[in-house]
């Protein structure tokens, strides 16, 4: 069943829905785009746009759609569909659509009678979760190109080296070997640095001590997701006896992860191992999170996870545990994996991660 088809099944008799988001138009339609909407009913979608897309949107979009471009304003085409097929309710992308978007949508619907509610977002986060054979490929070879990168940058990283240059040699590394892009904005950060867990990466040598790296490709419009630590200089007895406090409480978070666990017990387990060896409080984020088209998706692998979210099907999810010692320097080791159809649980990532010393 294809991604618009499984949203037609949620939408009833009189209903309809307004898809906003850039992330969930391509979703629904396939088709990569930032300036228009998507507009589906139970029995048919529409694609509105204008003709800077329109030949592309006729070539990619998935053939359910209908691609319109209106001639009068976007809201305009859409009271007339609406209008035209019936249509009672208009469900819109609660966490997405703009006031100002949301005051011209109601003043382009005032004299339709259409109730205009929110909805379609919360839909469209739960069936996003659940990732198909052909999303789990295109974040598998995402993957790929992101784990290459990581050797790739293994061999030609010095001391020398400026955590800018870090940064954009793995970008360039994984678009010039066939990503559509990054997955997210890279992080490489050393010594003091690497203590910020979403430090950005500055215009400065190298530190001595750890140097870790956030970073993703992007490939057929879904994220890989992938953090290493390695040292500049030489790990002391405390620097190795942190990393490997990490990768001890990933490991058993990883060891743990199963269909039908659960995403609070998986985060309990990781921070267990961290406060138990004297970092408590040094972790201060969950331990992981759904990954797909966009990098942060559901579901959340989090302390403040419902005891009845689990891991299920389909699901993709980072393992990311971090010890963040303000001032002084972090550490962070991150895979990705996922709860493939058959229900074995399988590791994306296949870099190293072995304590590396530059």
Same mark, same amino acid.
Request: glycine letters at 8%; a negative charge.
């Given at each position: 069943?294809? @991604?618009?088809?499984?949203?037609?099944?949620?939408?009833?008799?009189?209903?309809? !829905?307004?898809?906003?988001?850039?992330?969930?138009?391509?979703?629904?339609?396939?088709?990569? $785009?930032?300036?228009?909407?998507?507009?589906?009913?139970?029995?048919?979608? *529409?694609?509105?746009?204008?003709?800077?897309?329109?030949?592309?949107?006729?070539?990619?979009?998935?053939?359910? *759609?209908?691609?319109?471009?209106?001639?009068?304003?976007? =809201?305009?085409?859409?009271?007339?569909?609406?209008?035209?097929?019936?249509?009672?309710?208009?469900?819109?992308?609660?966490?997405?659509?703009?006031?100002?978007?949301?005051?011209?949508?109601?003043?382009?619907?005032?004299?339709?009678?259409?109730?205009?509610?929110?909805? #379609?977002?919360?839909?469209?986060?739960?069936?996003?979760? $659940?990732?198909?054979?052909?999303?789990?490929?295109?974040?598998?070879?995402?993957?790929?190109?992101?784990? #290459?990168?990581?050797?790739?940058?293994? +061999?030609?990283?010095?001391?020398?080296?400026?955590?800018?240059?870090?940064?954009?040699?793995?970008?360039?590394?994984?678009?010039?070997?066939?990503?559509? +892009?990054?997955? *997210? &904005?890279?992080? !490489?950060?050393?010594?003091?640095?690497?203590?910020?867990? &979403?430090?950005?990466?500055?215009?400065?040598?190298?530190?001595?001590? *750890?140097?870790?790296?956030?970073?993703?490709?992007?490939?057929?419009? $879904?994220?890989?997701?992938?953090?290493?630590?390695?040292?500049?200089?030489?790990?002391?007895?405390?620097? %190795?006896?942190?990393? @490997?406090?990490?990768?001890?409480?990933?490991?058993?978070?990883?060891?743990?992860?199963?269909?039908?666990?659960?995403?609070? !017990?998986?985060?309990?387990?990781?921070?267990?191992?961290?406060?138990?060896?004297?970092?408590?409080?040094?972790?201060?984020?969950?331990?992981?999170?759904?990954?797909?088209?966009?990098? &942060?998706?559901?579901?959340?692998?989090?302390?403040?996870?419902?005891?009845?979210?689990?891991?299920?099907?389909? @699901?993709?999810?980072?393992?990311?545990?971090?010890?963040?010692?303000?001032?002084?320097?972090?550490?962070?080791?991150?895979?990705?994996?996922?709860?493939?159809?058959?229900?074995?649980? &399988?590791? =994306?990532? %296949? +870099?190293?991660?072995?304590?590396?010393?530059?």
């Amino acid at each position: 069943m294809t @991604h618009i088809e499984k949203f037609q099944r949620e939408l009833k008799a009189g209903q309809a !829905a307004l898809i906003s988001s850039t992330a969930n138009c391509f979703y629904l339609s396939l088709f990569n $785009y930032y300036d228009g909407y998507l507009l589906v009913l139970p029995d048919k979608a *529409f694609l509105l746009t204008d003709f800077r897309y329109a030949e592309a949107a006729e070539r990619e979009a998935d053939k359910a *759609f209908d691609v319109l471009c209106p001639k009068g304003t976007m =809201f305009g085409a859409v009271a007339e569909l609406l209008t035209a097929n019936g249509a009672k309710t208009l469900l819109i992308e609660e966490n997405h659509l703009t006031v100002a978007a949301h005051e011209r949508l109601s003043e382009g619907l005032a004299d339709t009678g259409v109730l205009i509610v929110g909805g #379609a977002g919360k839909i469209l986060t739960r069936l996003r979760a $659940y990732k198909d054979e052909q999303e789990l490929a295109a974040m598998a070879r995402a993957q790929e190109l992101t784990d #290459a990168a990581f050797s790739h940058i293994l +061999s030609i990283l010095t001391p020398t080296m400026r955590e800018i240059d870090v940064a954009l040699e793995l970008e360039y590394f994984m678009r010039r070997e066939g990503a559509q +892009s990054i997955a *997210f &904005h890279t992080i !490489a950060v050393s010594g003091s640095a690497s203590a910020v867990p &979403h430090g950005v990466p500055r215009n400065k040598v190298l530190e001595k001590g *750890f140097l870790t790296m956030d970073f993703g490709a992007r490939f057929g419009g $879904y994220c890989a997701d992938m953090t290493r630590t390695v040292v500049i200089g030489r790990a002391d007895a405390e620097m %190795k006896r942190l990393y @490997h406090t990490v990768l001890q409480a990933q490991q058993t978070a990883l060891d743990m992860a199963a269909c039908g666990v659960s995403c609070w !017990a998986l985060d309990l387990a990781a921070r267990s191992i961290i406060d138990g060896a004297g970092y408590e409080g040094c972790f201060g984020h969950a331990l992981g999170h759904g990954v797909g088209i966009a990098v &942060h998706e559901e579901p959340r692998l989090s302390s403040k996870a419902p005891a009845e979210t689990l891991l299920e099907r389909g @699901h993709v999810v980072t393992v990311e545990p971090g010890i963040y010692q303000k001032g002084r320097y972090g550490c962070r080791i991150e895979d990705m994996i996922a709860v493939m159809p058959d229900g074995r649980v &399988h590791n =994306f990532t %296949k +870099s190293t991660k072995e304590l590396i010393e530059i």
